[in-house]
């Protein structure tokens, strides 16, 4: 056993450090060789890998380009074959159906002129046999009418019901005529009602559509008479219908102006607003010249000094034919006296006259 003190055992251990260190450096070196050949032997690894994954690409590129490729051959006959089998035979049909219309001879084309010439007699044949169901059919109409007419004043006059072949005794001994009634069944009846209360609507039509008196006169006489009473309230209906119908109508023209020049040929007036009254109050009694200018006339007697305006404008209320000058003769009235009366309320208008000359 050594001296650990002494100079032999001191360089003993260094020698034993240096050989030591010497190792270590060896075993240094050969381990970055081996680093250095796995690091290559992944490089190359993965480099085979990326190209495998690189041709395993390209082939499904082309197997899809291929199977589309399939595909739309595959459409592309099918298309082919449904055109000629399905689409080809039905256009060549039609155009074989279109050229001999698009040729066709002159022949055929005087053929078709002659079928429209005698189908357009045919529709003037039928023409004029509507025509004549259409004469018939109103003729018959009116006969109609004329008869129920007649049987309605038979109802209305008793006395024209036909006499009695001979007397019948009622007591003993005492001979009395029998009385005859003509025999009219509840349908019958009712018809004629039905028929006369149409007649009654039609004067009333009459009267909203013309602007003329008869019709209502017509109406006031159904109703005033007494042996119609069970038309009285259709009557009064009616006659309410077409008067308020022409109050609230308005026929004439707003800016209608008296034709001077034709009315006083013979005259220099040349304005309506240099007519004197008594000219104005001739036109209003002259029923021959057109309403127009009478119902313009009542507007321009408003401011008429003449005292016989007042009558004159009663007068056209009461007899004038035409309804729309009898209305403007009111409301020029009214306007004068400074008093409303109902429409055509002529029993109350003349009271009022009547009292004014008291």
Known sequence: MSDPLSP????????????????????????????????????????????????????????????SFLIALLLLGIGTWFYLAKIGPRLSAA????????????????????????????IAALEK??????????????????????ISATLKIPELAPSPNGPVA???????????????????????KLKERNRLTQYADEAIATGMRRPIELLVEYMRDPQLEHLHDAAQAEYLRAIRAIQLLQRE???????????????S??????????????????????????????FLLLGSPLPATNEELIKAIKADPSLDVAKHAQLALEQRIKKRFRIFDIPAIEEWFKSQGK
């Open 8 to 67: 032999t055992s001191s360089l003993d251990s260094d020698a034993d450090d240096t050989e030591a260190e010497a190792a270590l450096l060896f075993a240094r070196c050969n381990q970055a060789p081996a680093d250095a050949a796995t690091k290559a032997k992944s490089a190359a690894v993965a480099g085979k890998e990326a190209h495998s994954a690189n041709l395993l690409s390209s082939r499904h590129l082309v197997i899809s380009l291929g199977a």
């Open 170 to 192: 009622g007591q003993p001994g005492v001979p009395r005529m029998a009385d005859m009634k003509p025999q009219v069944t509840p349908t019958q009846e009712e018809f004629l």
């Open 95 to 122: 155009a074989a159906a279109s050229t001999p219309t698009a040729a066709a001879p002159a022949g055929s084309e005087e053929t078709l002129r002659a079928e429209l010439a005698k189908s357009a007699e045919q």
């Open 129 to 150: 046999q509507v025509d004549v169901m259409r004469r018939e059919q109103l003729l018959m109409q009116q006969k109609t009418r004329e008869s129920l007419e007649n």
């Open 253 to 267: 023209d707003p800016g209608y102006r008296l034709p001077v020049a034709e009315l006083f040929k013979d005259s």
């Open 269 to 298: 007036i040349r304005d309506e607003a240099d007519v004197p009254p008594e000219a104005l109050l001739k036109l209003l009694a002259d029923y021959k010249q057109p309403w127009e200018v009478r119902v313009r006339v009542c």
